[in-house]
């Protein structure tokens, strides 16, 4: 006899299948050069498929571009392999158009899919097919707007579009050795994800070799489907080889290929390569231990370098993309540091000297808006609250103005016209979705709002109850809570910390947070906090994680708790749960391995088992190298603890995740197997790392409530 269905959640529902109520909502916008028009991609309100859509800042009309039903003809799209490991590493779950190409001069957009790449003429809208084959990846306009360069079956390749001639202009590359694309620990870890870049003037392209043939091919296997065999891949485990890496530079016309030097056996990591106007071609590179970098400049004609200037840190360095940022009249460029103990953004001159400080670290710098190169006016996100952003201005050196952009904290994300005239803000609060506005600026600053970005999103059902402060003694550690939309005040309820808890990310913002909402709402009181190695705290709070990465973080997860608890008598300290993913996945294990005393039971989503088999740049950041530091990476293993383990524990995993390996899963079951210790593991099969598919985004988070209501 067959058992019933579960029960539809109406909410769990509509949050799966609206991509988390994102679908229908613009993204990727930019705006024009001129300010006259913002580009964006959107989808339909429960669709995954975006197209390309236009609006009119002079008449607030907007338009579609590009539908993919016009390119693929009513063919389903087919993503190769490394299209969509290149999603994967951009955290990117929709189809369709996922990214596009607007040229300089603003009049051409070229988009790419199923193979296709597609011109758009935005005066007249017409649209024409440039090629179709073998499918290019990372396709870029040269700085006229005539060419287009990508990366086609290894090698890269320049497409001229008034002729439709292509030519190949890098030779020999394989599936072992690419040219023009970025490697995985730059993607995953370094946030750089272009692997060529274009001269000013067009002529040239510096490009990338990936020699990966010294790297640990690992294979990944779909268990559900064996007669598919295994997909050998590229990974570089901490303490083992990384991909090895070199800068070339070639002539578009055709010529030989200059290599760039620079001493890669001290300095391995290629982290940032800046070729703008105004500036020579830069490269930023840094050794393995991610504790020295250097500037270069290149010599594109004989591959020389000469040094800008160097940064050292005894813990590491962390990396911004956004840096070097040239001047164009060539006067110099923006650099970032964290030398005086927070986010700096200072002026230096063409020679790399150091000219002023344009952003000091108590303004709290989190993100480059843009550079008015008429005005000289520097735009930024930061603020001294990491939980919200404020938008700043700074005014040819002068000290940073902040421009109010709407009542109440909020997260937001800006952009500047490169002609300076329009702004484009994107601004989220804690109950409300993302909203886009393009606002003019003049010589006085933000003027009118203009234009505000159409959404056809559905809209969540409620607003979270989320309250956030800082709680604790010192310097304090920030917190969030939710409590169920209907309780009974000063009623005892169990608690449920969401939890990430580690570098690079920011748990506790002014943004919803709908599925803590969702489970608050089933009797629970769900709290975050951001302690120690978290960002844009400043320098030393980030770097407390060094040599250890479940040690004073968790220890602020049970301070932090403990202090709330202080303050808010509902929360039930006898009856804490604790879940997360990635990282949080890692944390919400080791809590309740070495802390049972506080967390009775857990969630584990895709966590890390063993730092060992964990990326090389991300893990010996803060680990070091296992041949070097082995009691920090024992100390930090969920392996070393999980004969530890009391307390109900339910691991989650996607079976085809290449970024933390499903073979974690695996270990970590075996090791508390052979422990004797009972939990759960839960496959989820076919699934990544990102989990985008709707049925089991709602199955997930059924069996993760099941899981707290039978033991908490």
């Not at 930023?284 to 591959?303: C, F, H, K, Y």
């Not at 975050?528 to 400043?538: H, M, Q, W």
Request: with cysteine; aromatic share 8%.
């Amino acid at each position: 006899m067959t058992a019933p269905l579960p029960p539809t959640d109406s909410f769990l529902r509509d949050y799966a299948e609206t991509r988390r109520f994102m679908a229908g909502r613009p993204a990727s916008a930019e705006l024009s050069p001129d300010g006259s028009a913002v580009l964006f991609l959107r989808s339909g309100p429960r669709s995954e498929v975006q197209a390309l859509f236009e609006t009119d800042l002079r008449t607030g009309q907007t338009r579609q571009l590009l539908d993919p039903e016009e390119l693929l003809a009513g063919a389903a799209q087919s993503l190769t392999a490394e299209e969509r490991a290149q999603l994967e590493r951009q955290r990117v779950s929709a189809r369709g158009f996922t990214r596009f190409e607007l040229s300089r001069d603003g009049s051409r957009v070229v988009l790419g899919l199923s193979g296709t790449l597609c011109l758009v003429e935005r005066t007249t809208g017409a649209a024409r097919t440039l090629r179709t084959g073998p499918a290019p990846l990372d396709a870029r306009l040269s700085p006229d707007g005539e060419r287009l360069a990508y990366v086609c079956q290894h090698d890269l390749r320049v497409l001229d579009l008034a002729s439709g001639e292509e030519r190949r202009v890098t030779t020999g590359g394989s599936e072992d050795v690419t040219h023009g694309l970025a490697e995985f620990v730059a993607q995953e870890e370094m946030s750089r994800f272009a692997g060529y870049w274009w001269s000013p003037d067009g002529r040239f392209i510096a490009f990338e070799e990936v020699d990966q043939r010294p790297v640990d091919k690992l294979a990944l296997v779909d268990p559900m489907c064996p007669e598919r065999g295994a997909a050998a891949f590229a990974y570089p485990r901490a303490g083992r080889e990384n991909a090895e890496v070199r800068l070339g530079v070639v002539p578009v016309a055709g010529g030989s290929v200059v290599w760039v030097g620079w001493d890669a056996a001290r300095y391995p990591y290629l982290c940032t390569v800046a070729w703008q106007r105004g500036g020579p071609l830069a490269l930023l590179v840094m050794n393995r231990a991610q504790s020295e970098e250097v500037l270069l400049a290149a010599d594109p004609v004989t591959g020389a370098t000469r040094a800008l200037l160097e940064e050292r840190d005894p813990d590491w360095l962390n990396l911004a993309q956004s840096f070097p940022r040239w001047l164009e009249d060539g006067s110099g460029f923006f650099w970032w540091t964290e030398r005086n103990g927070g986010p700096e953004v200072e002026l230096r001159g063409p020679d790399g000297a150091p000219r002023r400080s344009w952003v000091s670290p108590e303004h709290g710098f989190a993100a480059l808006v843009g550079f008015d190169e008429r005005r000289r006016w520097l735009w930024f996100t930061g603020g001294a609250d990491p939980t919200a952003d404020d938008l700043f201005v700074v005014r040819d050196g002068a000290p940073p103005e902040r421009v109010a952009m709407g009542e109440g904290p909020s997260t937001l994300a800006a952009a500047i016209s490169k002609d300076g005239s329009r702004l484009l803000v994107t601004r989220t609060t804690a109950t409300e979705m993302p909203r886009g506005a393009v606002h003019g600026v003049d010589g006085a600053g933000i003027g009118a709002r203009i234009a505000e970005l159409p959404s056809v999103a559905v809209e969540p059902p409620f607003a979270p109850t989320t309250a956030v402060e800082k709680v604790g003694a010192g310097e304090g550690i920030w917190a969030s809570l939710l409590r169920p939309r209907h309780s009974t005040a000063g009623k005892k309820l169990p608690v449920i910390v969401d939890v990430y808890g580690g570098p690079c990310h920011q748990h506790v913002t002014r943004s919803p947070r709908l599925i803590a909402q969702w489970m608050a709402d089933q009797g629970y009181l769900v709290v975050a906090f951001d302690g120690r190695g978290t960002p844009r705290r400043g320098r030393a709070w980030e770097r407390a994680l060094k040599a250890d990465l479940g040690g004073v973080n968790l220890d602020d997860q049970v301070a932090a708790l403990r202090a709330l608890a202080a303050a808010v008598a509902e929360l039930d300290l006898a009856r804490v749960g604790i879940t997360g993913w990635s990282f949080g996945g890692y944390l919400s294990a080791l809590a309740v391995m070495k802390r049972p005393d506080v967390f009775k039971a857990a969630v584990s989503g895709a966590p890390v088992a063993d730092w060992r088999d964990y990326d090389t740049f991300y893990t010996e950041r803060y680990l070091g190298l296992p041949q070097e530091n082995p009691t920090s990476y024992d100390r930090s293993s969920l392996l070393e603890w999980a004969p530890q383990l009391d307390r109900p524990l339910l691991i989650m995993h996607g079976t085809a995740d290449d970024n933390v390996l499903f073979s974690h899963a695996l270990k970590l079951s075996n090791a508390l197997f052979r422990a004797g210790r009972p939990h759960e593991l839960l496959p989820l099969s076919g699934l990544t790392h990102m989990v985008p598919e709707p049925l089991v985004v709602e199955r997930q988070w059924e069996r993760v409530m099941r899981h707290f209501r039978e033991n908490l």
